[in-house]
């Protein structure tokens, strides 16, 4: 069973920064995918970025590229994600997840999920 605990939300200023972590337990060895994914009021749930684990491949939604970056710690075992040039419209909960699968965008292809971070950008 894997087990996902995140944390480094809170509250910022348009244009600031956040890191995010996520430190992962009970993942397969290999190159495992995992993603951040946010959810506003109201809103669906969106992938945000994703990484395999030993290859370093990423993707990332349109609304975040060249401003937040996911990478792993493999000494934390943790997953991350760098969120710099913060927008207004990037405030929501932020979620870590893990699929045995491929890296997807779409939540439903993913088997665990951490309990969410609250990330909140003041205009």
């Known amino acids: 069973q894997v087990q996902l605990v995140e944390s480094g939300g809170g509250l910022v200023q348009a244009g600031g920064s956040l890191r995010l972590s996520c430190v992962v337990s009970g993942r397969p060895f290999g190159d495992t995918p995992m993603a951040w994914f946010r959810q506003a009021p109201e809103k669906e749930r969106e992938f945000v970025a994703g990484?395999?684990?030993?290859?370093?491949?990423?993707k990332y939604a349109d609304s975040v590229k060249g401003r937040f970056t996911v990478s792993v710690d493999n000494f934390e075992n943790a997953l991350n994600l760098q969120m710099n040039s913060l927008k207004f419209e990037d405030t929501a909960v932020y979620f870590c997840?893990?699929?045995?699968?491929?890296?997807?965008?779409?939540?439903?292809?993913?088997?665990?999920w951490g309990q969410g971070t609250q990330v909140t950008v003041s205009s």
């Open positions: 990484i395999r684990w030993t290859t370093g491949s990423t």
């Open positions: 997840a893990y699929t045995p699968y491929y890296l997807s965008t779409r939540a439903n292809q993913y088997d665990s």
